[in-house]
Nanobody, 123 residues
Framework: QVQLVESGGGLVQAGGSLRLSCAVSGRTFSSYAMAWFRQAPGKEREFVATISRSGSTYYADSVKGRFTISRDNAKNTVYLQMNSVRPEDTAVYYC?????????????????WGQGTQVTVSS
């Protein structure tokens, strides 16, 4: 059974930085693509960033140039480095494991979800 456990969320001031982590167990981590999604209050869950098995990355336009997704296959962990955060980045952030090694941007391609971690950006 695949388990994804996020950590690193919290309260940060606008313009600050935060790093989210997602530890994965129960599968061969290095074989699968990973992604981050987020859901703000009253809004639908949206794609943030994804990384393929080979390390190729893709970002939502709203975070491009500010957020960086990375993975450490030795630690079975995927990260989301968030810089220059804005109040509109406030949301619950979810880690997602793909169904194969190809990077993905939609919920239909998610194999497993984490429980989510709250990020709040104050102005």
């Amino acid at each position: 059974q695949v388990q994804l456990v996020e950590s690193g969320g919290g309260l940060v001031q606008a313009g600050g930085s935060l790093r989210l982590s997602c530890a994965v167990s129960g599968r061969t981590f290095s074989s699968y693509a990973m992604a981050w999604f987020r859901q703000a209050p009253g809004k639908e869950r949206e794609f943030v960033a994804t990384i393929s098995r080979s390390g190729s990355t893709y970002y939502a336009d709203s975070v491009k140039g500010r957020f960086t997704i990375s993975r450490d296959n030795a630690k079975n962990t995927v990260y989301l480095q968030m810089n220059s955060v804005r109040p509109e980045d406030t949301a619950v952030y979810y880690c997602a494991a793909g169904r194969n090694g190809v990077a993905f941007t939609t919920s239909q391609n998610v194999g497993s979800w984490g429980q989510g971690t709250q990020v709040t950006v104050s102005s």
